[in-house]
């Protein structure tokens, strides 16, 4: 899958442009703060239909403006081309393919896919259990519409059975009103957590690989699922696993008027040489840990869907030493196209500098200097 056309207008501090593009290795070139970041978000709003960095939607219209709207053309591998559309104005935000709203954002994601590498992926490690789920979240929203349709319907089980249960504590509904929610939380959650724990198996071979040559074999990293309920020894027992769990928590639920079973209470434990990366690893074994994650991510995306996504990779060559940079240029090379950040062309491998295309931002103003087709 690669990205062939983008146009932009009012997106953050990025000036409107309309871009032809092509397969392979392309570099952003600017220094900091002339919107190399806001490029790489709005290719992966026009995949994910959101953006990671905001808060609210608006935050993501240009100042001074009332709208945004991004335009991506696709050539895909397996369905053939794709055109998206993501706006947002006063009257709300729309999605659509081909010309065609689509009614919500289960519907959107996946058509196009792509993997985001940035700083902020140290918090994946370092961070709150919140970010971890996140990036459980967002990895399995791209592999599974049913992942995205089933955890939207726990969420809002769960919202209904924590105002029953302040009612309940409050005396103004009976004990057993919560058990009609509990069986729906149990059945959904289940669903989730099991596409979980089968994720987590599945990245944490893949990332350990990865992270071994990253290192190169200085030490062992592993990932495992933690879950708030006993893991079950199949997946279609979860749904049970959980109800049992939910209804022996019931009393304390009551007493705190929330639920406290389900995913979201779930963490991932990640060790290396079986020390908790979480409270110990140094800055730079972070940032090695979750770039693993996310090359693992995109391993296992294109096993699943036949094609490999987008890699948007955010200043992540600047850090590195040569010889990771090298070891990375080469992991990401069988990629159909990856777009990397950085404020030097000096940061990048000599390899790619022969064969990428080159696109500079200054004040938010974007330009193709040379093209990957013409630099292969």
Do not use: H
Not at 132 to 160: K, T, V
Not at 190 to 196: L, S
Not at 273 to 281: I, Q
């Amino acid at each position: 899958m690669y990205l062939k056309g983008i146009s932009l207008q009012n997106y953050r501090n990025l000036q409107p442009v309309s871009l032809g593009l092509g397969e392979g290795f392309w570099l952003i070139l600017g220094a900091n703060g002339q919107g190399k970041s806001n490029f790489l978000e709005a290719i992966s709003v026009l995949c994910l239909g959101k953006a990671r960095r905001a808060e609210r939607d608006r935050d993501l219209i240009r100042f001074g403006e009332d709208f945004f709207r991004l335009e991506g053309k696709f050539s895909r591998e397996e369905r053939g081309d794709l055109e998206s559309v993501v706006r947002l104005g006063p009257d709300g935000k729309e999605l659509l393919i081909f010309g065609t709203p689509v009614g919500t954002l289960a519907k959107f994601i996946g058509e196009a896919s792509c993997v985001t590498f940035s700083s902020d992926d140290v918090d994946i490690v370092l961070g709150e259990p919140t970010a971890r789920r996140q990036f459980m979240n967002e990895a399995l929203s791209q592999l599974s519409q049913g992942y995205i349709f089933d955890l939207a319907r726990y969420r809002r089980c769960r919202d209904q059975k924590n105002k029953a249960l302040k009612d309940i504590r409050e005396r103004l509904a009976p004990v057993d009103s919560v058990e009609v929610w509990d069986q729906n939380l149990a059945q959904y959650g289940g669903r989730v957590c099991a596409r979980r724990a089968r994720f987590v198996r599945q990245i944490s071979e893949l990332s350990a690989k990865i992270y071994a040559r990253l290192s190169a074999e200085a030490e062992g990293l592993q990932v495992s699922y933690e879950p708030n309920v006993s893991a079950p020894e199949e997946a279609p027992q979860w749904p049970e696993a959980m109800l049992q769990a939910i209804v022996e928590k019931r009393p304390e639920e009551i007493r705190r008027g929330m639920s406290l079973v389900g995913p979201q209470r779930d963490d991932l434990s990640i060790t290396l040489n079986g020390v908790d990366g979480r409270g110990f690893a140094s800055r730079g074994q972070a940032r090695t840990i979750a770039l693993a994650l996310r090359l693992a991510q995109a391993q296992l995306m294109r096993k699943q869907t036949g094609e490999w996504p987008i890699l948007l990779l955010d200043d992540v060559f600047a850090e590195l030493d040569e010889t990771r940079r090298a070891l990375l240029s080469e992991m990401v090379s069988e990629a159909g196209q990856v777009f990397a950040t950085a404020a030097s062309e000096g940061d990048v491998p000599a390899l790619e500098q022969r064969q990428m295309g080159l696109i500079t931002l200054r004040r938010g103003q974007i330009e193709v200097e040379k093209t990957a087709e013409a630099a292969a």
